[in-house]
């Protein structure tokens, strides 16, 4: 298969002009259609004949209903029952990085529960000098800062370890939001606390029946996790951990504690049942390695893709994808649509933040054949994004956490796509 690449030197311009004279592109055929006379420019529609709605139509803002199919999405045979359960985040429908809090992954051991701020507390307690107890109001108190950050259960993508499995991004990559969380240093409390040098590490739990509790090495609890109550600026909702949440950047989902109320200082792990029993990762020999708290350098193409297939035909293609890593920033991103054989960098939309998602472009003109859609990170640490097999190499095929292969779309000259595998 011959696959012919753009030159990513030329100008936008260039590129919209070659497509219009070739009369391939949607461009081209938007154009032809505007100067016929259409009826949407020369006629009056129905939306500007009438006043429209006011402003208590919709008083929190919700989504115009033609984006009503932007939502996140549950897969029944995951889980047992809709109390432990995952939703998807969209993020074939969305561009830039933000995730709007009303459709980011989240995921429940024992459900959302209500918690109110006047009923809210959080002990400090352990190897410390003075064990603590914070109510809502005493925290809004401490000095804060404002971080955007990924949030990504360490099962992304886990179903794909023995296979093609899932055929959408959504379900592939989707557990996984990035928002701008506000709160205030963990080790701001801690030092309000005052921990003892035998301290070395914390066990966090939350409010709700599972507590979901989990050891962190004292070094990163004193480094950047956040103790938040707002994302995206507004309140945290219910299924986010409302009034309260732990954010510890780059690391797995599950250390996220929703509805947090006691951070205990301790020697060594607590050994939970969240932190044995799940969240380690089987390899080949049965056996299992514990602590990979961190997520690795990871990509994957949103658009075009299986729930957003090329609609416009050949012509100008704009491929768009998410690039993160826990280890630090993305530094660079590689697109190839012929299955690996060949890669083009592609365009940052901005440069990569530590622990925050990326998002990248590549600009192509599509001659309507069809292509293997891949996306490989690169991090300022060097670490560069594996291939499945490259992965199973070192564990098998039993593993559940912590996939980060390069993943392929097979798009098909009619533009839909198809998950698949390539050897």
């Known amino acids: 298969m011959t696959v012919g690449f753009t030159d990513k030197k030329a100008s936008r311009r260039q590129f919209l002009a070659g497509a219009a004279a070739a009369g391939a592109g949607t461009v081209a055929a938007s154009a032809a259609s505007a100067t ?54 969209p993020i074939h429908a969305l561009d830039g990085t933000i995730t709007p809090q009303g459709c980011a992954f989240e995921r429940h051991h024992s459900g959302a529960i209500e918690l109110a701020k006047e009923d809210y507390r959080l002990m400090i307690n352990g190897l410390v000098d003075q064990p603590l107890v914070f109510t809502y109001e005493d925290l809004e108190r401490f000095p804060r800062e404002n971080h955007v950050y990924f949030c990504e259960c360490a099962a992304n993508t886990g179903m794909e370890w023995a296979g093609a499995q899932l055929n959408g991004v959504q379900f592939t990559h989707g557990m996984i939001h990035n928002m701008e969380y506000t709160g205030i240093p963990l080790r701001t409390l801690l030092n309000e606390a005052g921990v003892k040098t035998e301290g070395k ?26 103790v938040a109550f707002k994302a995206n600026g507004e309140a945290l909702r219910k299924e986010h951990g409302y009034p309260v949440r732990l954010v510890v950047p780059g690391w797995e989902g599950n250390m996220w504690v929703k509805w947090l109320r006691r951070v205990e200082v301790t020697e ?33 193409v949103t658009s075009p893709s299986p729930q957003s297939p090329i609609r416009h035909g050949k012509g100008p293609l704009v491929i768009t994808g998410l690039a993160w890593t826990g280890n630090g920033a993305i530094t660079r991103v590689d697109v190839s649509i012929d299955g690996g054989k060949n890669w083009q960098e592609a365009r940052l939309a901005k440069p990569g933040e530590k622990m925050a998602l990326t998002r990248f472009y590549l600009d192509i003109e599509w001659d309507g054949g069809e ?31 912590h996939n980060n292969c390069i993943q392929t779309w097979w798009v098909k000259p009619n533009g839909e796509a198809e998950n698949v595998e390539i050897s």
């Open 201 to 226: 590490w914390v066990f966090v739990e939350g409010a709700d029946a599972s507590s979901n509790g989990r050891s962190i090495p004292m070094d990163k609890a004193l480094d950047d996790v956040l």
């Open 268 to 300: 060594g792990p607590v050994d939970s049942r969240e932190e044995t029993s799940k969240y380690t990762d089987t390899l080949e020999d049965g056996t299992s390695r514990r602590y990979t708290w961190a997520m690795d350098a990871k990509s994957v």
């Open 36 to 89: 016929g006379g259409d009826p949407l420019i020369t006629e009056i529609q129905e939306w500007a004949q009438a006043t429209g709605d006011g402003v208590d139509a919709t008083p929190y803002g919700m989504p115009i209903r033609f984006e009503g199919d932007v939502v996140r999405r549950n897969v029944e045979w995951l889980t047992a029952d809709t109390i432990s359960s995952i939703n998807f985040t």
């Open 371 to 401: 292509m293997f859609l891949q996306s490989r990170a690169h991090d300022d640490t060097g670490y560069v994004q594996p291939t499945k097999d490259q992965l199973r190499e070192v564990r098998g095929l039993n593993s559940i956490y």
